[in-house]
């Protein structure tokens, strides 16, 4: 891997300042000189969070006024009614094949996920899928069309005004360093073609999920820690346009827009869908405190409502997300993934970023806006079938050890797939992990089939094995997926799992457990 992916992998207040919650942004003020605006990620992959309710009550607390979700979340969608928050809705990655199918299954998701909730609860943009050209290859052909089936669904519904996007992460470049060198991934110009023509057509920008921790985590004898957290620093000079880089943020920024240059496109807007620093992990992983985080997210804020710009493109202004809202106890992988958060659970502060104002009026009485468009019921679609028979699985007696089938839990809206911030890889080589967000009955049953029927070995996540910990049942059942995956070739419906797996480029290995 040469330099430049090392550095770039580990990959809006108009005006004024308002943090995203992934949950969405109030305003795309892409035009130079108004400044940037900084967003906030709200997750959802913790059994201890607070309820939605109380989440819209924190955030009227603060100065976080632009959220974005990973998906419509019925009750997240109905607390955030009237409160002011804007809102950037994801759509599951899972949901990719029938919306690029089928009009009218993206006709009747607007429809029934968006044009329900507004204008009472406000929506700004639409976020397809997560990382789809890296973590979910097979389904690249679709993204576009599902982004375009999607924008028409708004039009035909008079709501274009909410942007179409899709983020990303780093590891769609071939080549990040210099930043001039910027270029995306041969084996997605196509793809990455017809998405820049639709963003440019649409007026939207391109979300790309920027993280300067894991370049320095990765490989800090070559990445200077204080270049990373905006920190005094030598800097970095770009050998073929003699433009100096003072932090890694300004130099990742660079290499996308380079990217896009060498297609033709010099206006697209970046927004920075993710991007944060761990306050907490394991104790093997470097440069985790909560010092660092509040360094990295302070400088960041600074940055963002500076309207400096980069080195390339000087006074233009980005808008950036601070991964995450909340430390998510679920989220599987190393210590540090569970602790992005700027809150605890219990709404405490993780470390004073001076966002707390404590001024803010609580939520309007007034009943959730009631749309004049009638929506259609939920439409429930049965999942898209690979080309090939996948497994079949009917849940086996569970061998001695194994998870037991636990009884179906009342889930009515599943939560997408969604694995950010990990973002290490290999290229060439692909892993199948369990999809976050998946209903534990669903993925124990398929974690009693791996281990079982499909004759995995998973001896490493007993009691006493190198992947034992965490003990969770999405953990364990990574562990297998990938284990049965490995063993049978590799190929995509050997990842199936019905539906409660995901096939990603990025190594799941984590402390003293090895994915092979």
Not at 241 to 256: E, F, I, K, P
Not at 449 to 467: K, L, R, V, W, Y
């Amino acid at each position: 891997m040469d330099k430049a992916m090392r550095t770039s992998m580990h990959g809006r207040s108009c005006l004024k300042l308002a943090i995203f919650v992934v949950l969405g942004c109030s305003c795309f003020s892409f035009a130079v000189g108004t400044g940037g605006t900084v967003g906030v990620n709200y997750g959802t992959l913790g059994n201890n969070l607070p309820s939605s309710a109380q989440v819209a009550q924190l955030l009227l607390s603060t100065s976080l006024r632009n959220v974005k979700i990973y998906n419509a979340d019925k009750a997240i969608m109905e607390a955030f009614a009237n409160t002011n928050i804007k809102l950037v809705v994801g759509i599951g990655t899972e949901s990719i094949p029938l919306l690029a199918s089928s009009s009218t299954a993206a006709q009747a998701w607007v429809q029934s996920n968006i044009a329900a909730y507004v204008p009472g609860t406000q929506i700004t943009a639409l976020a397809v899928g997560n990382e789809v050209f890296t973590t979910s290859p097979q389904m690249a052909s679709q993204l576009v069309p599902a982004m375009v089936n999607i924008h028409t669904a708004l039009v035909n519904l008079k709501l274009d005004y909410i942007k179409v996007s899709t983020p990303h992460n780093l590891q769609v470049l071939q080549k990040s360093f210099p930043p001039s060198s910027g270029a995306f991934r041969a084996n997605i110009t196509n793809e990455v073609k017809s998405l820049l023509a639709f963003l440019s057509a649409t007026s939207s920008p391109i979300m790309v999920n920027f993280y300067p921790y894991f370049a320095y985590r990765d490989d800090p004898k070559n990445v200077s820690l204080n270049y990373s957290l905006f920190q005094p620093n030598t800097g970095v000079t770009d050998v073929n346009t003699g433009l100096h880089y003072n932090n890694m943020l300004d130099a990742q920024l660079d290499s996308v827009y380079s990217a896009m240059e060498r297609f033709g496109y010099h206006n697209i807007p970046v927004l920075i869908s993710e991007t944060g620093w761990p306050s907490s992990g394991d104790p093997t992983e470097i440069a985790v405190s909560a010092t660092n985080a509040q360094i990295y997210n302070q400088n960041l804020i600074k940055y963002v409502t500076s309207n400096k710009g980069t080195p390339l493109r000087p006074s233009t202004s980005v808008d950036a997300y601070i991964f995450a809202l909340f430390n998510e106890n679920m989220k599987p992988g190393p210590g540090s993934e569970r602790f992005f958060g700027l809150f605890n659970p219990d709404k405490s502060i993780v470390y004073n970023l001076g966002i707390v104002t404590n001024t803010y009026p609580p939520i309007s009485a007034t009943p959730p806006y009631t749309s004049p468009i009638s929506p259609t019921p939920p439409v429930v679609y049965p999942p898209p079938q690979p080309s090939l028979p996948p497994p079949v699985y009917s849940p086996p007696v569970p061998p001695a050890n194994i998870y037991p089938t636990p009884p179906t839990p009342p889930v009515l809206t599943p939560s997408p797939p969604y694995y950010a911030p990990v973002q290490s890889g290999n290229p060439g080589k692909t892993w199948c992990v369990a999809k976050p967000g998946s209903g534990e009955s669903e993925v124990a049953n398929a974690l009693n089939f791996a281990c079982g029927e499909g004759g995995a070995d998973c001896g490493e996540i007993q009691a006493g094995g190198a992947c034992y910990s965490p003990n969770t049942v999405l953990s364990h059942a990574s562990f297998a997926f990938n284990t049965y995956y490995q063993k049978m070739g590799r190929n995509y419906w050997n990842c199936y799992f019905g539906g409660t797996s995901v096939i990603t480029i990025t190594d799941p290995s984590y402390s003293g457990c090895r994915f092979h």
